[in-house]
């Protein structure tokens, strides 16, 4: 009897999965918004605790206006956090969390670059990569359970569970978004640094410096985080007619954010 129905209930299941990501991708998401945002809330603070927090006042103030500044069309509260720590790199949690690095402060030149950061990393997570990661990973082993794993970051599973996030580097496992999941955060990222007044043709600058930053050494953890690859600049500049325009919309609209 089960496995007359089994095939019946899994398909059921897959179908329930279904769902269509801000670009129009179809894409497996079979985790419950809540639960994968308590992921995120456990992670974050589970980092905050691991890692100083920068009580630089000017890094803290030009971190929360870009962000706020991307964020406030998607409506909530997120919180942004500055991390003492000199590699280059930045992530956002569902849960509305979002962390930078004191070393990505100190690479970017001006504040378009860094909110080309900012929008990217929001991106994935308006995306819901991280669930459709999750999803993937639970479709597989579906005894796990995630949220319970994030009480232990040490542990195996905890390291996946840290992994699936993007943000699990530092607990010894790391697990990039795939290539699809990166073009996609850069082109929703693009738009929404373009929407909130930021010049989005610093995002093909921000790639450009990234990759002569790593040149001749290790790739830095923002890039080995984040494949860079060739097309990742040419479809940025394919795409940034649009993003253009929507700067163009967002000037007109009295959107000319100061954060500097």
């Known amino acids: 009897m089960y496995k007359k129905f089994f095939p019946v209930l899994m398909t059921s299941f897959l179908l329930s999965a279904c769902a269509t990501s801000p670009t129009g991708r179809s894409q497996f998401i079979a985790m419950p918004d809540a639960e994968i945002n308590q992921m995120g809330l456990q992670a974050f603070d589970a980092l905050k605790k691991e890692k100083p927090v920068s009580n630089n006042s000017q890094y803290n103030q030009i971190a929360s206006c870009i962000s706020q500044a991307i964020t406030t069309e998607q409506g909530g509260v997120w919180e942004v956090v500055v991390f003492e720590d000199k590699s280059p790199n930045a992530f956002a949690l569902p849960g509305n969390k979002i962390g930078i690095y004191t070393g990505m402060l100190t690479l970017v030149d001006n504040q378009d670059q860094l909110a080309a950061v900012i929008g990217h990393e929001v991106g994935h997570v308006l995306a819901k990569h991280s669930n459709e990661r999750a999803s993937q990973e639970l479709a597989v082993n579906s005894g796990m359970s995630m949220i319970q794993a994030m009480g232990a970051p040490q542990s195996a599973l905890g390291q996946t569970a840290f992994g ?28 929404l640094m373009a929407k909130a007044g930021f010049d989005p043709r610093q995002s093909i600058t921000l790639w450009q410096k990234m990759e002569q930053a790593s040149q001749g050494q290790q790739p830095i953890e923002f890039l080995s985080t984040h494949p860079a690859h060739a097309t990742r600049i040419q479809d940025l500049e394919k795409h940034m007619p649009q993003a253009m325009t929507l700067f163009e919309q967002a000037h007109a609209a009295g959107k000319q954010p100061h954060c500097k």
């Open 164 to 191: 699936l996030l993007g943000v699990g580097a530092q607990y010894g496992i790391l697990m990039p978004f795939s290539r699809v999941q990166e073009s996609e955060a850069d082109i929703i990222g693009v738009d």
